[in-house]
């Protein structure tokens, strides 16, 4: 069974850090894309960031370019997700999800695997 896990979530003031994990189960991530989705309360979910298949392209949603980071390690089946400077606008259940193929990254039907969500909440 294809399954993602995303951990590394918590509460943690503006201008901390956090770093997502989004680890996979019952296939080889090495072969998949993956993006990095959030949704807020009462907003919808939107992307923020997407690494490729040889990590030799990766994508950000404006707001956080040059904050967040997104990485993999196909070694150890992960991928992760670096967030710095964090504001409270962050805030928002996190989700990872993987693709085989697609046209555009930011497109959540695109993908094929959804992990569960980790929460982050940035607050003083």
Not at 22 to 37: D, Q
Not at 79 to 101: G, H
Request: charged share 20%.
């Amino acid at each position: 069974q294809l399954q993602l896990v995303e951990s590394g979530g918590g509460l943690v003031q503006p201008g901390g850090s956090l770093r997502l994990s989004c680890a996979a189960s019952g296939f080889t991530l090495a072969h998949y894309a993956i993006g990095w989705f959030r949704q807020a309360p009462g907003k919808e979910r939107e992307e923020v960031s997407y690494i490729s298949i040889s990590g030799s392209r990766t994508n950000y949603e404006d707001s956080v370019k040059g904050r967040f980071t997104i990485s993999r390690d196909d070694a150890k089946n992960t991928v992760y997700l670096q967030m710095n400077s964090l504001k409270t606008e962050d805030s928002a259940i996190y989700y990872c999800a993987a693709r085989l193929y697609g046209r555009d990254w930011y497109n959540p039907l695109e993908y094929d695997c959804w992990g569960q969500g980790t929460q982050v909440t940035v607050s003083s």
